[in-house]
């Protein structure tokens, strides 16, 4: 047998992508395909006479398909060609998440930046008027694959400007039209960010209305849920029902209890979404392996308070009544010492690092008054990191065959949460190799074959004849990350090489 060979990984163990036990053998590339993968002929010399081929020792490594971040904030950073999530063994991003999406461009396209602000990082000039333009410039990314979802956040916003009330049938129509064109353009699916405004002001009824045109076009409709915390259970419930009523697969983001008085609560919501599994719901949810949660200060806010967008909100807290009203339905999902400030507009040095309580005990303040006080000095533009998860909780999670891993990671002015750096190599090192909660193969799986399969990414995420050339080969023994809360802006190691299309784009831990 010969093969029209280009590259020739050989000397590692495979790891499929699918879930299957690894094995030893050869992979060989050739363009941008995958063409060949498993125990090649005996006697076929190591070095392949056609000079043409090129030969790669990967004794002692890991060889896997690239990594698919399936829930990814990158956006805009996709385009910039940032290399974070690339160093990790990432080759396929899914971007569009939590009612985010950077299109369709709205009349006036400030009120799509300032409702983004603070998830996307970005200047003040991005927006696309439609999915094709979007797909178009992210499909000359040097760093990634793209898939994008169609943020209803986003959608809302075109359609009815930043307002949480709830929409005229008439509304709902244009926004299930523009949906439906985003889907046939080559969005894979839809997403919600209900705990967002304007996203916080949509029905169940007016996401199934929308869902049943994902339904009809075959896409995922992922979501950021209502609550995390104390009816976790009930939003758990209500995004199920959405999801059968409409027939439409269900993604569950970035699954968790938060707060530990909820704790108990996480049990309940993988037992609800098991037994709709059970019934035949396509349901999953996916998870990232850290105990903290990264968001916008204004989170903590009642969503009504970001009624109309952040200028609103300013105006709002300007004024003592509606200020008082606002501070007294202030909920965070950790306590205030848990909740440490990442970025901030105008003043980094004196705020970020700090947690809420620090800097009230420093200006005598209680915590819900620091909350406003800081929103108005730093004009809303605020990002948190939030300690408010379980270790028992999180193993649940992550080894649940329903879940997914993600990075959930969101690019900041200041201090970004470590996940955006180390969730790969956090999964193969600590999850994997020290905490022992899942096999190699099922951790590669739940990065690879699983979510492509959850995003319809049909030539991604396995090695395998015909499979795009999308490849991470790292050594098991030494994957790590050293990303913390306080220095989380630190390379990867032990993620040797990686290949996207066939081309080398990571070489001896290093972006080519
Ligand atoms: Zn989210």
């Not at 300032?114 to 760093?143: E, H, M, P, Q, T």
């Amino acid at each position: 047998m010969k093969h029209p060979a280009h590259t020739i990984l050989t000397g590692g163990t495979i790891i499929d992508g699918t879930g299957a036990p690894p094995f030893s053998g050869e992979v060989v590339i050739s363009s941008d395909r995958i063409v060949f993968a498993g125990i090649p002929e005996r006697n076929r010399p190591i070095t392949a006479p056609d000079s043409g081929c090129e030969v790669i020792d990967c004794t002692g490594c890991v060889i896997a398909p690239g990594f698919i971040d399936a829930h990814s904030h990158s956006d805009l950073q996709i385009l910039e060609n940032r290399n974070e999530k690339l160093l990790q063994g990432v080759t396929t991003e899914v971007v569009g998440n939590c009612g985010f999406s950077a299109y369709p461009l709205p009349e006036d396209p400030q009120v799509l930046r300032d409702f983004a602000n603070g998830i996307f990082c970005g200047d003040n000039s991005w927006g696309w008027s439609s999915a094709s333009d979007y797909l178009a410039s992210a499909s000359r990314s040097k760093v990634a694959t793209v898939a994008s979802l169609v943020g209803h956040g986003s959608l809302r916003i075109k359609v009815a400007g930043n307002t949480c009330r709830s929409l005229t049938s008439r509304e709902l129509d244009t926004m299930s039209g523009l949906l439906d064109e985003a889907l046939q353009q080559g969005a894979v699916g839809f997403s919600s960010g209900l705990m967002y405004a304007p996203g916080s002001g949509a029905s169940a009824e007016e996401l199934a209305t929308l869902c049943r045109v994902v339904a009809r076009r075959g896409g995922v409709y992922a979501t950021h849920m209502r609550n995390y915390s104390d009816t976790l259970v009930e939003a758990v419930e209500e995004q199920i029902s959405i999801a059968e009523e409409s027939v439409c697969r269900l993604q569950i983001s970035h699954l968790q209890a938060a707060g530990q008085d909820n704790w108990p609560l996480q049990q309940y919501a993988i037992a609800a979404i098991e037994q709709a599994s059970a019934r035949g719901a396509d349901v999953a949810f996916d998870a990232y392996p850290w105990l903290a949660g990264s968001t916008v200060l204004t989170q903590v806010l009642p969503q009504t308070a970001l009624d109309g967008g952040i200028s609103q909100l300013l105006s709002r807290l300007a004024d003592p009544v509606q200020r008082e009203s606002i501070r007294t339905e202030i909920k965070p999902e950790a306590r205030w010492d848990g909740v440490v400030i990442t970025s901030a507009a105008t003043d980094p040095a004196s705020l970020v690092g700090r947690s809420i309580q620090d800097i009230a005990d420093e200006r005598g303040s209680e915590p819900d008054n620091v909350v406003l006080d800081i929103l108005l000095e730093q004009q809303g533009n605020v990002n948190i990191v939030e300690h408010c998860q379980s270790m028992e909780n999180l193993h649940a999670l992550l080894t649940h065959p329903l879940a997914i891993v993600i990075t959930d990671g969101v690019y900041t002015t200041g201090r970004s949460h470590p996940r955006l750096y180390g969730t790969f190599p956090r999964l193969l090192g600590d999850v994997v190799r020290e905490l022992k909660w899942l096999s190699l193969e099922e951790a590669v799986h739940k990065v690879t074959g699983k979510p492509a399969a959850a995003f319809h990414l049909h030539d991604r995420g396995r090695i395998a004849g015909g499979y795009a050339a999308d490849i991470t080969v790292f050594d098991p023994e030494t994957v790590r990350t050293d990303a913390s809360y306080e220095i989380p802006a630190v390379a990867p190691a032990g993620i040797r090489s990686v290949w996207r299309n066939g081309k080398v784009v990571v070489n001896a831990g290093v972006m080519v």
